[in-house]
């Protein structure tokens, strides 16, 4: 694929696939139909990507009776849904377009501050730590594990809860 001359601000090039992987993140519709097919669990949650760029993804996730659990709060597997979402949506655009890179959940830690009993948005800044990774696991020909963290916030701000997702890239054998 071709590169784009245009750098994000972290300095990250993205070729051209990444930039239409981009765009199709940005469409409700198309995210929609992909998560029906992909990931029904989420998408029956509610969870929707609310902004995404190279560097940063933020992931709504709405309280209602979807997500939620007996004691009026966000259930905890839903929280972990997000969260594991917002770092996964960085590391599938990096991923694009490159050399054929298998990508696995090895470990998934959370921690839950506060209850979660409004919309909550999960958002990872590690974007361009994914985009290093996957390029050391292309290069070296080697696993590389990364962890990626994503925070719940709700409106007014509070940390309810934090989830910390163990990946492990390898570039595929010919």
């Known amino acids: 694929m071709s590169t784009i001359n245009v750098a994000t601000p972290s300095g990250i ?3 051209a696939a990444q ?3 981009l765009a199709d993140f940005r469409n409700a519709t198309k995210m929609s139909l992909w998560m029906i097919k992909a990931l029904p669990a989420a998408w029956f949650m509610g969870v929707r990507i609310k902004n995404i760029s190279p560097e940063r993804s933020e992931i709504k996730l709405p309280y209602g009776w979807r997500s939620q659990n007996p004691f009026q709060s966000i259930y905890f597997a839903a929280q972990c849904a997000a969260g594991e979402y ?3 949506m960085l590391a599938t655009l990096a991923l694009e377009g490159r050399e054929k ?3 696995l959940v090895t470990h998934v830690e959370a921690d839950f501050f506060k209850k979660a009993n409004s919309e909550t948005i999960f958002s990872c800044n590690e974007g361009l ?3 290093q990774t996957i390029d050391r696991a292309i290069e070296t ?3 590389q594990i990364l962890v990626m963290t994503s925070r719940g916030v709700q409106k007014n701000g509070e940390v309810v809860s934090e989830v910390r997702v163990t990946w492990s890239f390898k570039k595929k054998s010919k």
């Open 13 to 15: 090039i993205l070729n």
């Open 19 to 21: 930039e239409k992987r």
């Open 86 to 88: 917002a770092t996964g």
């Open 101 to 103: 890179v298998s990508m």
């Open 129 to 131: 730590i994914a985009f």
């Open 141 to 143: 020909n080697q696993a």
